[in-house]
């Protein structure tokens, strides 16, 4: 109605023939929405379904689907292996890790960056290129680091009497395997953190400065608090990846020493490709979907709630 | 003017007195990242007894053996041009499907509409590793393994949710006279989506395709089950197997590493803004 007062033009809009451009107005949803969704239901929500159907059988995945049910035996098998709580206490050692040293470490650096220092640019383009390198590189190169014989590190620390063989032993994997991620993955945050923290106006900020608050009063009851969701989003993707870490692991130890850095990821890798239980690794799987899920909607329902009613964040400010 | 002139007077002296701190910590973060690096790149000059002696310093003669080695390789330059071919098709696949879906999602009130909106965006929520398994299952039934095309389908459709969701965005995003507009001159929906809001979406659509390369360029798990023939092999397969043939010549495998970032930094250098854009972006939204 609103568009008869827009001109001549805009009368003539409803006038051809309706039903005809009804079924073209289908006909475009249909041909445009279809490949992507054939696509996705083929090759995303098929699979995930798959894995659930298989973690009841006994399969060694040949032969069209499995046919050997075996109820939850797969599942009673895992929980009742210490594989399975090792793995669990990895991913947890990683995420508390990630959330209190790496977190707070990428935050930091952001913060510091967005002080008006000679430089920057350049720091911030060095800072965020290990997370352009694949994460191959990373671990390779990082094995090469680390080897005992003639890797970087040992003859660094060396100077202080220290030397190990970082990657083969197990007191040392974990925190070895924790720096690497923090070399690749710290920037990224960081990034995340620039964009949210250039969000808060910075009148804000300076009104507290002429207020009389020093640089950690600004910190803890300005920024930090206006930051809120851009850390919650942050922790989140950090324990989402680390539920399904595998890349890293795989180049840098295979799991090893003695399953000493295995993470779910890995066992069910080794498991599915290497043993050929099918069945039980798609178990495994399940677990791993079943873990991100319940995180994922637990901390949206209690962490993230008000963060996503307001967000608006897209590509130039818009949605 | 008093405002100005105050905030002048409050800021200059502040940053004076703290940059030797502020510089100290960026050059520390900035060693630890760079120093791993740099250790690669020279590494890859030096023979295997220097690497030991002397792991930090300039070698003292620079051999340059293990670079051309590497370039003069078959294998690599096979591994880049596959890594680049996977990498385009995924992107062009992902785009192009996701450009569609997202301009009906956007541009078009439909019955189901949320509810196939809502069916995707849940897609970010799914772990690759969780489907990995069936997949390989799926692509040996359909014999795609060992078939560049089993990793560019595969990779594609778990790019498709964020895709679609930062270019369903901007499409909103592009106001409805323009549309209006266009149709009165007769143009079809889809002479619409292709002349007038694809190069209107240019940015989003250079940024969600940074996105799928990078994603694509690094893809390990995926091309390490389908791929086991030599000839198909990507960069970052092509390093594993390296690693394991040349355990012990550490100063080829540096080199390797190397020549192995050079594409991955320099496109980084061109296309940092999209990439850094894309990420905060598609992190907010996921």
Known sequence: MTTLTRGPEAVKLPAPAPAVKRRGRWLTITLFVLPALVLFLLLVVAPILVAFYASVFRWNGFGGLPTNYIGFDNFTRLFGTEIFTRDLWHLLVLVVFSVCVQLPFSLAVALLLNQRIRGRALYRLVFFAPYVLSEVITGVLFSLILSPGTGMANQLLGVFGINSDWLADPDTVMPSLFLVMTWKYFGFHMMIYLAGRQNIPNELVEAAQIDGANSWKTFRHITLPLLGPTIRISVFLSVIYTIQLFDLVWILTQGGPAHSSETMAVTMFEYGFKRSQVGYASAISVVMFVLSLVFALVYQRFVMRRDLEGATTSIGGRT | ?286
């Open chain 2, 1 to 286: 003017m008093t405002t100005l002139a105050t905030r002048g007077h409050g800021k200059k002296p502040r940053p004076r007195r703290n940059t030797l701190p502020l510089h100290a910590v960026a050059w520390i973060v900035g060693a630890f990242i760079l120093i791993p690096v740099l250790y690669a790149v020279l590494g890859g000059f030096k023979r295997n007894s220097e690497l030991s002696e002397n792991p930090f310093g300039l070698p003292t003669s620079w051999v340059t053996g293990n670079y051309t080695d590497v370039l003069a390789s078959h294998s690599f330059w096979l591994q880049l041009w596959n890594s680049t071919f996977i990498a385009v098709s995924t992107t062009v696949l992902t785009v192009g499907v996701a450009a569609l879906a997202g301009f009906v999602f956007a541009r078009f009130a439909f019955r189901g509409r949320e509810v196939l909106f809502t069916l995707f965006t849940a897609g970010l929520m799914f772990p690759f590793a969780v489907a990995i398994l069936p997949i390989f299952v799926l692509l040996r039934t359909l014999g795609l393994l060992g078939n560049p095309l089993g990793v560019i389908l595969v990779q594609a459709a778990f790019g498709l949710p964020l895709t679609i969701i930062i270019l369903r965005g901007f499409f909103r995003s592009i106001p409805g006279e323009i549309e209006e507009a266009a149709i009165i001159d007769g143009c079809s929906p889809f002479g619409f989506f292709w002349r007038i809001l694809l190069p209107m979406a240019k940015p989003a659509v250079a940024t969600v395709s940074v996105l799928a390369i990078v994603g694509s360029w690094n893809n390990f798990m995926l091309p390490l089950v389908v791929f086991t023939e030599e000839a198909n092999w990507t960069l970052p397969l092509g390093i594993q197997q390296f690693q394991g043939q040349y355990a012990s010549d550490t100063a080829r495998i540096l080199a390797y590493l190397v020549l192995a970032m050079v594409p991955a930094l320099g496109f980084y250098a061109v296309a940092e803004r999209h990439l850094v854009g894309g990420l905060t972006a598609g992190a907010t939204k996921g």
